[in-house]
C-alpha cells in the first residue's frame, strides 16, 4: 500500500519566535475559547497565542503560560521594483504595525468576527478577516511610490459591514487616508505631509468620529485632530501642542455616562500628557468659515515645520496659557468639544512607547481613572490621581534582570508596549526589546475587596503584579537545530541573534505546550551550527560553531537538570550520568565570550528595585538570559575561519540500530573556505579535546552540508561545488597499519547537481541510501554500492549511485521548482519505504514517499504539502525527527522540527496509521 493512498494527519504544536521590535506589533483580540487571545507579529507572520493551564511539579498551584497555536502567512511579496538597488537589511519586509478595527459603539460585534489590518515595511497595508474560526487574508494597498514608506502605525474603523473599511496608515511621508469599500474603489488622500508617527480612532459621547495623528517631525510636534464624517475626507480641526519631541502614542478613556473623554498621549520627551475633551451645545457658529480657516492653519504648520525656524517652540507657548483655558475647539453641528491640558505626568526616565487604561479600576484600586504605561527605561508605571490632582506612580512593574550592558539575549533593554486584559485588567503584557513577552498577573489580596477606608497606596502594596513566564523566541535568522540525541527529551537552536535556546514540552491541561526552558549560550558573535553530544554515560552536552573560528562545547548545570526532571512525565535520567559533577549556574565573565562554572570576575547583573517578584517555578525572561547559562567545558581550534556547519555521530542515530560497529563520539566541522586549502573538514574527539583528523582534497569551496550515517561508518558532505563526498570510516586494523586517519575519500559525484547543494541525510535505518537537496530545485536520492568484500578495508571499492531524482511540487517563479534547502528522513521505516521531509526556499513543507527496495520500480511520490497557514514565510535553514528512544516503542506519532530565515522554530506532529508503522 502506497503512503500517497493512505491518510497522514498532521499538525503544528509550536512556533517560537518572538515579537518584532515595533512599538504597534501585539494587540489583543476577543476569543470564545479563552477570552482574550495575543496576536503578534514576527518578521512576516501573524501569531495567534492563547493562555494554558499547566502543574509544575507535585504541588497542586497551577501555573499560567501562553502559546501559539495558529499562524497566519501573507501570500503577499515586497513591492519595490527588482532593480532596485536596496541592502539585504533594507530589503528585509517585516510586518511593523497591527491594528483591530472596531465598529461604531451603536453596533454590536462579537468575538467570532474579527478583523485585523496590517502594515508592512515595504508600505504594503494587508487584513485579517476571522469568521466562524477561519481566517482570510486581503491585500488593501500593494503599490506605494517611491519605494513604499514604513508603515509605523495604522488605525481605523470597521464600518456598515466587513466590506467597508476606513483607514488612517502613518509613515515618514505623513498621514494617508484610506477608504475600502466591496462595491467602490478604493479612495486614497494625504492628511498631513508631516511625518506621522502615532494614530487612533475615537466616537465621542456625542457620535462624532476623531481622528488623532501624531507627528514625528524634529521640531514643532503636535497632535493633530481630524473629524471624520462619512462620504467625504475628514477635514482638519486643530492642533494640541505641548510635546517637545516625537508622540509615540494614544489611549482613550470614554466616559459614556458623561459628556466627558479623556486622551493620553506619550512622547520621546519622557512625558505623558492627559487631556480632557468636554461636548457642550451651542446655538449658532459659522462652521464653513471655521473650517476653511483651519485648513489655512494646517498648510501654514506643515510649511513651519519643512522651514524648521527658530522660534520658540510650541511646548513654551502651551505652557504660558493661562490654566484651565480650552487649548482647542472642535467645531460640529451645533455642539463644540473644548479639549483642556488636564495633567503632566513625569516619572519615566526614557522614551514613553505606550499607554493604556485600566479597564476596571474601581475593583482594584477604589478609582475611575487607572494609567498604565510603558518606557524604554525598562519599568512599566501605574499611575492615579492623588487628592491634590497630581498624578504619580502607585505601582512598578518590571521584569529587568538579566546582565548590564549585556547583549539583546541577556538583559531586558526596554519595553516598546505594555497592554492590559482588556475585561477586568487581571494581567498585564509588556513587549520587551528583543520580542519576549512578559506578563505580569495582579494577585489582589481578600482585604482589599472588604477593606472600605484603604489608601489608594495601600490598595497597591496589597495587589502586587506577579511575573509570569514569558512568550519567547528568537529575533533573527535561526540558522540550525538539533534534538538531544539520547532520547530527544528537547530542542535545541541557534541563531543570528547570538544566542543558543533550549524548547522542551510542559504537560498542560489539554496537551503538551513548548516552552524556552534555557538559554545555554548568549554569545558575542552570530551562532551558525549546533550539535547535541548526549549519551547515556553523558547528558546534556553540545557543541555550538559561530563567525569565529572555534568550537565550544557546554555542559548542562544542575538547575537545567532540575528543571526538566521537574516538567517531564517520565524519568528520563540514567544512573551513569548521575555521578558526574556539574555546577549549579554558570556566569558571563566581564570580558570574554566563555560561560564561567565561577562567579570570579563575572558581569554585573541588574538588581533593580521594582521588579516584579514571581512564584514561578518555569524560568522568566531575566533568569533565560543569565541564570539558565550552561558553563564552557573546552574549546576546539584548528579552523582558520568562520565556522559554517556540524554534526555529529551520536546525532545520526535517530532509529534504534542492534549493532554500533564505531561507538567513538565523533564531531565533524566545516568553516568557511576563503581557498581550495581552507575548504577542509575537521573529525574532532571531544571527549580528548583534539581534532583526530583533517578531511582535505574533497572539495574546492565552502561545505555547506555535512551528515554521518547511523552506523558511524561514513560521512556524506557537500557544498558550493556541487560536489557529493562519500567519507569511510577505516577498520581499526587498518587505521594502525595505514596511519593514515580514520576516514578516507571513498567515493565521489561531480557535479552531483547543478547549484550549490544545501543538505544531506542518511536514511536511519538504511545506511546505504543518502537524499541530497539543492538550489537547482531538486532531490535526488542515492544508493552506496560496495564490492564483494569486507567492510572498511582498502581494497573494497565503494561507489554512489542514483536512483531516484525528483523536483519539489512547490514551484517558484517562471515555473520552476523551488529551492531545496534541508532535507530529513523520518525514523520510522514503513512497509520498505522511507518518509523524506523537504523544506524549501519560500518556506514550504513538503512529505514524499521514496521507495527503498533495489528491486522497486517505483519513484518517489509526493505524499502531503503542508497547509500554507503551518509553513515558514522565508527559507527553511534546517529539518530534523526526533529520535526514536526503543526500537519496540509504539510510536505512531513522529515529530518534525523546522527552522527558517523568518525567526522561527516550528514542531509538527505527524500522527501515522499503525498498520504501517514497521519497527
Not at 564483494?788 to 561507489?799: N, R
Not at 514524499?848 to 528491486?855: G, Q, R, T, Y
Not at 509504539?890 to 509538527?908: E, F, M, P, Q
Amino acid at each position: 500500500m502506497s503512503l500517497q493512498e493512505i491518510q497522514i494527519s498532521c499538525r503544528m504544536v509550536h512556533h517560537g519566535a518572538a515579537a518584532n521590535s515595533s512599538p504597534k506589533a501585539v494587540i489583543c483580540i476577543p476569543s470564545e475559547q479563552s477570552g482574550t487571545d495575543i496576536v503578534y507579529a514576527s518578521h512576516s507572520i501573524v501569531n495567534v497565542a492563547s493562555s494554558k493551564r499547566l502543574q509544575v511539579g507535585e504541588t497542586n498551584k497551577q501555573e499560567s503560560i501562553w502559546n501559539v497555536y495558529e499562524t497566519l502567512r501573507t501570500e503577499t511579496r515586497t513591492s519595490a521594483p527588482q532593480n532596485t538597488a536596496v541592502s539585504t537589511v533594507t530589503a528585509k519586509r517585516i510586518i511593523t504595525c497591527i491594528s483591530l478595527l472596531n465598529h461604531p459603539p451603536s453596533r454590536e460585534n462579537g468575538n467570532e468576527n474579527v478583523i485585523l489590518v496590517c502594515g508592512f515595511s515595504d508600505g504594503t497595508i494587508t487584513s485579517w478577516s476571522r469568521k466562524q474560526s477561519r481566517w482570510t487574508e486581503k491585500v488593501l494597498l500593494s503599490d506605494f511610490t517611491e519605494y513604499g514608506r514604513s508603515v509605523t502605525d495604522i488605525g481605523g474603523l470597521n464600518l456598515e459591514s466587513n466590506e467597508s473599511l476606513v483607514l488612517v496608515s502613518c509613515s515618514s511621508g505623513g498621514a494617508e487616508y484610506h477608504e475600502f469599500d466591496k462595491e467602490c474603489p478604493p479612495v486614497h488622500d494625504a492628511l498631513t505631509h508631516i511625518p506621522a508617527n502615532a494614530v487612533k480612532f475615537h466616537t465621542l459621547a456625542s457620535g462624532q468620529i476623531l481622528i488623532l495623528v501624531g507627528t514625528a517631525a524634529p521640531r514643532h510636534n503636535k497632535i493633530l485632530v481630524f473629524l471624520y464624517t462619512k462620504s467625504q475626507k475628514p477635514h482638519y480641526c486643530g492642533c494640541l501642542t505641548g510635546h517637545e519631541d516625537w508622540i509615540t502614542c494614544f489611549a482613550w478613556y470614554a466616559s459614556y455616562a458623561s459628556s466627558t473623554d479623556y486622551l493620553a498621549s506619550g512622547s520621546q520627551d519622557s512625558k505623558i500628557r492627559l487631556w480632557k475633551f468636554e461636548t457642550t451645545t451651542m446655538k449658532t457658529h459659522s462652521s464653513d468659515t471655521i473650517n476653511l480657516k483651519l485648513e489655512e492653519n494646517m498648510i501654514e504648520e506643515e510649511k513651519m515645520i519643512e522651514d524648521d525656524d527658530d522660534e520658540d517652540s510650541d511646548g513654551d507657548l502651551d505652557d504660558r496659557r493661562q490654566e484651565g483655558e480650552a487649548r482647542l475647539e472642535i467645531f460640529y453641528g451645533n455642539s463644540v468639544t473644548a479639549v483642556f491640558l488636564e495633567a503632566l505626568l513625569v516619572g519615566h526616565e526614557e522614551r514613553i512607547t505606550s499607554v493604556s487604561w485600566h479597564p476596571d479600576p474601581k475593583a482594584v484600586y477604589g478609582q475611575d481613572l487607572i494609567l498604565i504605561s510603558s518606557s524604554m527605561d525598562r519599568c512599566i508605571l501605574i499611575w492615579s490621581e492623588h487628592e491634590s490632582g497630581i498624578w504619580t506612580p502607585i505601582s512598578r512593574v518590571g521584569s529587568a534582570g538579566g546582565i548590564l550592558g549585556g547583549s539583546v539575549g541577556s538583559s531586558l533593554l526596554g519595553f516598546l508596549n505594555t497592554i492590559i486584559e482588556p475585561n477586568h485588567g487581571t494581567w498585564l503584557l509588556g513587549h520587551g526589546y528583543g520580542g519576549a513577552l512578559h506578563f505580569f498577573s495582579c494577585e489582589q489580596s481578600p482585604d482589599v475587596q472588604t477593606s472600605t477606608n484603604m489608601t489608594i497606596e495601600e490598595r497597591a502594596a496589597l495587589s502586587p503584579w506577579k511575573a509570569l513566564p514569558c512568550l519567547t523566541g528568537h529575533f533573527d535568522v535561526v540558522t540550525d537545530l538539533c534534538w538531544e540525541a539520547d532520547s530527544g527529551c528537547y530542542l535545541l537552536t541557534v541563531s543570528n541573534d547570538q544566542t543558543c535556546r533550549v524548547w522542551a514540552p510542559v504537560p498542560t491541561e489539554s496537551e503538551h505546550a513548548w516552552i524556552e526552558i534555557a538559554r545555554p549560550q548568549v554569545h558575542g558573535y552570530n551562532l551558525s551550527a549546533i550539535t547535541s553530544l548526549s549519551t547515556s554515560k553523558h547528558l546534556h552536552m553540545l557543541v555550538s560553531g559561530a563567525d569565529e573560528k572555534e568550537l565550544r562545547v557546554f555542559d548542562a548545570t544542575v538547575s537545567f537538570t532540575r528543571l526538566l526532571s521537574l516538567i517531564s512525565a517520565e524519568d528520563i535520567s540514567h544512573s551513569s550520568d548521575e555521578s558526574l559533577e556539574r555546577v549549579e549556574r554558570a556566569y558571563i565573565p566581564s570580558l570574554g565570550l566563555s560561560n564561567k562554572a565561577t562567579a570570579a570576575d563575572r558581569a554585573e547583573e541588574d538588581a533593580s528595585a521594582g521588579v516584579s517578584e514571581s512564584h514561578s517555578r518555569l524560568p522568566l525572561e531575566r533568569d533565560l538570559g543569565s541564570e539558565s547559562l550552561w558553563p564552557e567545558v573546552r574549546k576546539l581550534y584548528g579552523h582558520t575561519s568562520e565556522l559554517a556547519r556540524l554534526t555529529s555521530t551520536i546525532q545520526a542515530r535517530t532509529y534504534p540500530s542492534q549493532v554500533q560497529e564505531f561507538s567513538e563520539l565523533l564531531v565533524a566541522s566545516s568553516a568557511k573556505a576563503r581557498d581550495v586549502d581552507t575548504a577542509c573538514i575537521r573529525i574532532w574527539d571531544v571527549e580528548q579535546n583534539r581534532c583526530v583528523q583533517v578531511l582535505a582534497g574533497g572539495h574546492r569551496s565552502t561545505v555547506a552540508a555535512l551528515a554521518f550515517s547511523p552506523d558511524g561508518r561514513y560521512l556524506a558532505s557537500s557544498g558550493k561545488d556541487r560536489r557529493l563526498c562519500l567519507w569511510e570510516r577505516m577498520t581499526p586494523k587498518i587505521e594502525l597499519s595505514t596511519c593514515g586517519g580514520m576516514f578516507t575519500l571513498a567515493a565521489a559525484a561531480d557535479s552531483a547537481h547543478k547549484r550549490i547543494v544545501w543538505s544531506v541525510h542518511f536514511c536511519p535505518f538504511d545506511p546505504s541510501i543518502l537524499a541530497s537537496g539543492s538550489r537547482d530545485g531538486s532531490v535526488k536520492i542515492w544508493k552506496l554500492v560496495k564490492q564483494s568484500g569486507d567492510p572498511g578495508e582498502l581494497d573494497v571499492a565503494t561507489s554512489l549511485s542514483e536512483i531516484h531524482h525528483f523536483s519539489p511540487n512547490c514551484k517558484g517563479l517562471n515555473n520552476k521548482p523551488e529551492s531545496v534547502t534541508s532535507v530529513s528522513f523520518a525514523p520510522s521505516k514503513m512497509q520498505d519505504q522511507g518518509l523524506l521531509a523537504v523544506g524549501l526556499d519560500n518556506g514550504s513543507l513538503e512529505m514524499w514517499e521514496i521507495p527503498l527496495a533495489s528491486n522497486q520500480d517505483h519513484k518517489p511520490k509526493l505524499v502531503s504539502c503542508f497547509p500554507p497557514e503551518q509553513c515558514h514565510i522565508a527559507t527553511v535553514t534546517k529539518l530534523a525527527w526526533q529520535p526514536m528512544r526503543t526500537r519496540h516503542q509504539v510510536k505512531r506519532k513522529l515529530t518534525l522540527a523546522s527552522c527558517s530565515s523568518d525567526h522561527g522554530c516550528r514542531i509538527y506532529e505527524m500522527t501515522i496509521p499503525q498498520a504501517l508503522d514497521q519497527h
